[in-house]
């Protein structure tokens, strides 16, 4: 498909997306948002794609925030059904079985802050800022940033950067916890694609289980664990998991057929 605000290419099983508003920092608007579920989509049930990294054009920002204007026009109504779209676009990223990195290369704010957490994990540029200034604007995060912000850095900080509306640099990013790996601007996107070359190498439905199981170390009682548990009975039971204890007494490298 061709889009109006996302470029798109893979290699080598990953597909990268960018947001593609250098004119806007890359702000999200409704378009923004219905063209990457869209790829979103394609990423789930494309079964030749293994993976994906989000980015922003240019070196300037990831996601600089929500498109302001568009929020001229919204009332209670129509206000809840826009942050709940983008919570279900969101919830999307982080509950897909194939691995999501956002690859931050600049200023993420607001809505780019909010799509950066809901990606598996982030690799952050020097330059990157991260911050959710809603209430500078008299509202709050509306895409899931209040949750995930207090999951990723506890809610303490949480609070203090969700209070104060200011911007962290990228290494108190790191030591918050908010980023995986901080890099040159030039090794950004290279960083991303080994760290997933290598995640690619791994089991697909082993991959999947992972993931989901983490998500819900976040709910209450014990429904991680249960789900633990009952993914791993599903996974020993696979070709994969066979293959893979196989190779390993055989010291030889696993095959795996994601099956």
């Known amino acids: 498909m061709s889009y109006q605000t996302l470029t798109t ?3 080598n099983a990953i597909l990268l997306i960018t947001i593609n508003r250098p004119e806007k920092l890359n702000a999200l608007n409704q378009m923004v948002l219905n063209e990457l579920e869209h790829a979103i989509d394609d990423l789930i ?6 993976s994906a990294i989000i980015t922003g054009s240019g070196e300037k920002a990831f996601i600089a925030g929500a498109d302001i204007a568009e929020f001229t026009a919204l009332d209670a109504q129509t206000g809840q059904a826009l942050s709940a779209k983008g919570q279900r676009l969101f919830s999307k990223i982080e509950h897909s079985g194939k691995p999501v990195i956002a690859a931050v290369n600049g200023f993420a704010l607001g809505g780019g802050c909010e799509l950066a957490m809901a990606c598996h994990f982030r690799i952050a540029s020097e330059n990157a800022k991260f911050g959710q200034p809603e209430v500078n604007l008299g509202l709050l995060p509306g895409y899931g940033g209040t949750q ?3 999951q990723l850095v506890g809610k303490g900080r949480a609070i203090e950067l969700l209070l104060m509306g200011n911007m962290i640099d990228a290494v108190t990013a790191f030591n918050y916890g908010l980023v995986n790996h901080v890099v040159p601007q030039a090794d950004l996107l290279t960083k991303a694609k080994a760290l997933l070359s290598l995640i ?7 991959i999947a289980g992972c993931i989901e199981a983490a998500n819900l170390a976040y709910e209450t009682g014990n429904a991680g664990y249960k789900r633990e548990a009952q993914n791993f009975g599903k996974l ?3 070709e994969d998991a066979k293959e893979g204890i ?7 490298k696993a095959v795996f057929k994601g099956s």
């Open 148 to 150: 995930r912000l207090t």
């Open 200 to 206: 690619n190498t791994k089991a697909p439905l082993a």
């Open 246 to 252: 196989a190779a390993f007494l055989e010291k030889r």
């Open 236 to 238: 020993i039971a696979t």
């Open 9 to 11: 290419s893979i290699e």
């Open 45 to 50: 049930a494309n079964d030749s794609l293994k």
